[in-house]
């Protein structure tokens, strides 16, 4: 299944031609699901429209950020948005919208961050007799123009260059870099290694755990004691990357699958006491992924060293 992603813009919206037109080949890991505006009148509305994308788009003016902000995030969450790519889309971001995307949404930005965050970006590199301008792909944070950049490309700056014409040949360089860093991102998500390198984070993190192989799994337990998890990646040719962890039993098992039966299953071997959890289906909630760790851990941890645990989350 394709990541799916929402552009956001607020101009010509070139950029976001640049992702839809690389989401037209057929091994592209993301689709556009929808180009939203706070200008109604943003070019890239037309394009998107004429390319079979759904758009909304309402002027900010008159509203304030807060409730502006929860309309475009009702927008995406309808049409099933799993990712935010920003592509000149020139509103500051509320922080509570920023927090719902968090880890979810790129942002484009036509400097070498971190220099020259905010406007005027080709100007001020040329008045400070840069070499070379670019641009950067980042990812969004509370702070405007900052947040772990991903991807950057120099433009050498020519003898001669205005703000318009380095401008233009940065663009050439946003049009390549977005769409293969959107890709990788959301690949990463998806990759088996990555998802296991979030798992161990958050399972070596638990009194005194260690990782082992087991039935050729990468599996977590409790030193020289029992074991709270498994890492399962296309076990028996099931397809599935999943987490397996402890539960109450059959009624818990159960439960879960009845309420979400894409993401819950029965491991099979594994009996009533475990609950199989989907990590590849984009959308992990890794506050949760921690919480069913520690549950598990809890599950299996001699009295002793439970009674530690529980001493600490007093505090
Ligand atoms: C792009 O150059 C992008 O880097 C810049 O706006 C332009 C939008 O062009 N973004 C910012 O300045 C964000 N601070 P587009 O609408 O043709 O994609």
């Given amino acids: 299944m394709k990541a799916r992603v929402a552009v956001l813009i607020s101009g010509a919206g070139t950029n976001m031609a640049a992702l839809l037109y690389a989401a037209k080949a057929a091994d592209c890991p993301y689709e556009l699901v929808l180009v939203a505006s706070n200008n109604p009148d943003a070019a890239g509305l037309v394009l998107a429209k004429a390319e079979g994308i759904a758009t909304w788009a309402r002027t900010h003016k008159g509203m304030d950020r807060d409730a502006f902000d929860a309309l475009v995030d009702e927008q995406l969450r309808a049409a099933g948005a799993d990712y935010v ?5 020139m509103r500051i971001l509320s ?3 920023v927090a719902r995307w ?5 942002n484009i930005h036509p400097s070498l961050l971190p220099k020259y965050k905010g406007l005027n970006t080709h100007q001020q590199a040329i008045d400070a007799g840069d ?9 969004v944070t509370p702070a405007l123009d900052d947040g772990p950049v991903l991807a950057q490309t120099p433009v050498a700056i020519a003898r001669g260059d205005t703000a318009e014409s380095l401008a233009r040949r940065v663009q050439f360089a946003e049009h390549q870099l977005y769409p293969a860093t959107l890709a990788a991102f959301v690949s990463r ?6 998802l296991l390198g979030r798992v161990r984070e958050l399972a070596m993190a638990l009194p005194e755990a260690d990782e082992v192989s087991s039935h050729g799994m990468p599996c977590f337990g409790i030193v020289k004691g029992k074991k709270f998890a498994y890492f399962t990646h296309d076990h028996h040719r099931d397809g599935k990357t999943a987490l397996l962890v402890k539960i109450s039993g059959a009624d818990e098992q159960a439960q879960l699958i009845e309420l979400d039966e894409a993401r819950y299953y029965r491991p099979a071997y594994f009996g009533d006491g475990w609950i199989g959890i989907r990590l590849d289906l984009g959308d992990t909630d890794w506050d949760a992924t921690g919480e069913w760790l520690r549950k598990s851990w809890l599950a299996i941890a001699p009295k002793k060293l439970a009674g530690l645990m529980a001493v600490a989350e007093d505090f």
């Avoid at 070499?131 to 990812?139: F, L």
């Avoid at 998500?189 to 990555?194: A, G, H, I, T, V």
Wanted: charged share 20%.
């Fill in 85 to 89: 790519a920003l592509a000149g889309y």
């Fill in 95 to 97: 922080d509570d919208f």
């Fill in 102 to 106: 968090a880890g979810r949404m790129l």
């Fill in 131 to 139: 070499a070379y301008g670019g641009c950067s792909i980042h990812v």
């Fill in 189 to 194: 998500e998806r990759s088996p290694d990555w």
